[in-house]
């Protein structure tokens, strides 16, 4: 089976940083799209920042400028750089990819907290 473990989440003061990291493993046998969702108290989840296999990136409005995602292919991970942390970033974070085992499927991480205090 395929497992998605995120790190990197805790607590920062508005204007900080944090980095997370998200490592596959199990029965891959290839790795397409990754990406960080957020799902905060309140409110729907949403799609933070994605990262294509030829490296395309894409970001939600609210974090361009911020946020910086990454992957590191040969070792299945993707990162999100996160700067400049504001409160309304407060969230679980939940790492998602597009995984092949002996088929595609989406697989996803059981989320990491981010908490920003004002």
């Known amino acids: 089976q395929v497992q998605l473990v995120e790190s990197g989440g805790g607590l920062v003061q508005a204007g900080g940083s944090l980095r997370l990291s998200c490592a596959a493993s199990?029965?891959?046998?290839?790795?397409?799209?990754m990406g960080w969702y957020r799902q905060a108290p309140g409110k729907q989840r949403e799609l933070v920042a994605r990262?294509?296999?030829?490296?395309?990136?894409n970001y939600l409005d609210a974090v361009k400028g911020r946020f910086t995602i990454s992957r590191d292919t040969a070792k299945n991970t993707v990162y999100l750089q996160m700067d400049s942390l504001k409160p309304e970033d407060t969230a679980v974070y939940y790492c998602?990819?597009?995984?092949?085992?002996?088929?595609?499927?989406?697989?996803w991480g059981q989320g990491t907290q981010v908490t920003v205090s004002p």
């Open positions: 990262v294509t296999a030829p490296g395309f990136t």
């Open positions: 998602n990819a597009k995984v092949f085992t002996t088929y595609w499927g989406n697989f």
């Open positions: 199990g029965s891959i046998n290839g790795i397409d799209d």
